[in-house]
Structure formats: C-alpha cells, structure tokens
C-alpha cells in the first residue's frame, strides 16, 4: 500500500501535468480558430472559381486538355497531409489506416506534408517520392509549390491519377479522413462542391452559372488554360487548411481529455490520501488510549 507521501508526491505530479495539458488545449484552441477563418476567409471566392470553370466547360464544348486526360494504367501518386506534431488523438491513425486499406496491391508513390505520417510511411518501406513543408499558418505562396509539383508529374506521364489524403474538418468534435482525386480533373464534377469545402456548415450547392454571361479574352480555351491549374493550386491549398483545422481540433479535444481525466485522478488520489491519513490519526489515538489505559 502506497504511503501518504507517495500519494502526496502523485498528486503533485498530475497536477504538473494538467496545468501542461490545460496550457496545450488553450494555445491548440487558438490556432483552430486562426486556421478555420482561413478556410471561410476563402470560401466565396472557391465558390466563384467553381462557377467560372462551369461556364468555361459550356463555352469550350468537348474540351480537350491534359489535364483533363482519363489515362488507363493503375499508378497513382497520393499526397499524404499529417501533422509535425503529436497529441492529437488519433487524427493521423486514422488517415494512415485509410491510406494504407484504399491502396493495397496497387502501384503507388507517395508524396508527404507532415512528418508524422512521413515516418510511418517510411517504417512501412513506402515508395515516398518527396517531402513539403507547410508552417504554421498556412499560406497560399507555400502550398503552391506543392500543387504544381503534382501538376508537373501527371502531366509528365509518370503517374495516371494524382490523389490527396487529408482529414476533412467537418466541427470540433468531428474529423474526417478523406481521400479525393485531383488530377485528372474530370469535367463532369467541375463545380461541383466537395465536402472539404464545407468546414461542417451549410454550404448551398453551386449552381452552374444559368443567366450569367461571361466575356473571356482572349478566347475561353486561352482563360482555362490559366484558371484549372490555379484551382487545382486552390484545392491543394483548401485540403491543407483543412488538414491544420482538424490538427488543432483534434489536439484541443484531446488535450481537454486529457485535463479532465488528471482532474478526475487527482480528485480520486485525493481521497485516497485523506483516507489513509484518516487511518494513521486513528491508529495514533488507539495507540495512545490503549497506552492510557495499560497505565492505570
């Protein structure tokens, strides 16, 4: 049975920790917030970008684009969004888990952004082709880099399809480990909302541009060849502040979890402690009235 200083240094201990995890959940909680407000910030203007490639499609007729080329072969590239740090939950279990069960048999590179999700690919003898870095916020002049390095390999024949793997935020208790294909973009669900562009709110679909008239110059095949690849630059971009938004949630829920459950302890740990002095101050007084009584 532990001793009341035993007991005494455990309280103490936990308590250390929970202040740690107490501070974490509050600086985690902050950047949830900086990093959802960057994905509403952006959200009208996906929208717009969305309605334009509408009406571009319907003004080209059977657009012909590399793009947009549906190749037969099986070799996929798949850009994997994780975190650089830990204690958040299982945010990157879960996408590794996917990952791996959405990719079995097949022949497949890897790209990375995120070490955490680096590693394991690598312990599981991986093909991993490249490595990003995106910091913390995350801005638009650091994921571009990372979508045209993408655009760059489908279009020099390497690989047939281009897949990102993120978790989509859908709300602070809710995070969801996605798998969307990027390249080629097919130009049936251009303009079509995907779900990482909903943070979780009612985001009413796009409509496809009906009563709009656009001008384009020089030609809308000219002004589609700059547009698709900026909103697959844009989709990079949306998924990662989407990955970063999850990230933070994930720790804040987890470290809250974490602060209750030290609570909880220290409140059980605490009774223990006022048991067993509880116990020593009575077996003091038996001791001294026994000793009263043999002196009589």
Known sequence: MPSTRDIRRRIKSVKNTAQITKAMQLVAASKM??????????????????????????????????????????????????????????????????????????????????????????????????????????????????????????????????????????????QEPLIETVLPVSPVTIGKPKDFEGMGADVPPVAAAVGQEYLFEPNPLAVFDQVLPQYIDYMVYQMILEARASEHSSRMVAMKSATDNAKSMIKDLTLEYNKLRQASITNELLEITTAMKALE
Do not use: M, W
């Open 33 to 174: 917030k900086r990093a959802q407000d960057q994905a509403l910030a952006g959200r009208s203007y996906a929208e717009l970008l969305n309605k334009v490639l509408v009406s571009l499609k319907d003004k080209t007729g059977d657009l012909v684009h590399p793009l947009l080329e549906e190749r037969e072969g099986n070799r996929e590239l798949i850009l994997v969004v994780s975190t650089d740090k830990g204690l958040c939950g299982g945010l990157n279990t879960n996408l590794l888990r996917k990952v791996i069960e959405q990719t079995k048999g097949g022949d497949v590179a890897f790209i990375t952004v995120g070490s955490k999700l680096r590693n394991s690919l690598g312990k599981l003898k991986k093909n991993l082709v490249a490595d990003f870095g995106v910091k913390d916020p995350v801005k638009f002049a650091e994921t571009r880099p990372v979508s045209r390095f993408l655009i760059q390999q489908f279009l020099d024949g390497k690989y047939d399809r281009v897949k990102v793997a993120f978790t989509n935020f859908v709300n602070v208790l809710r």
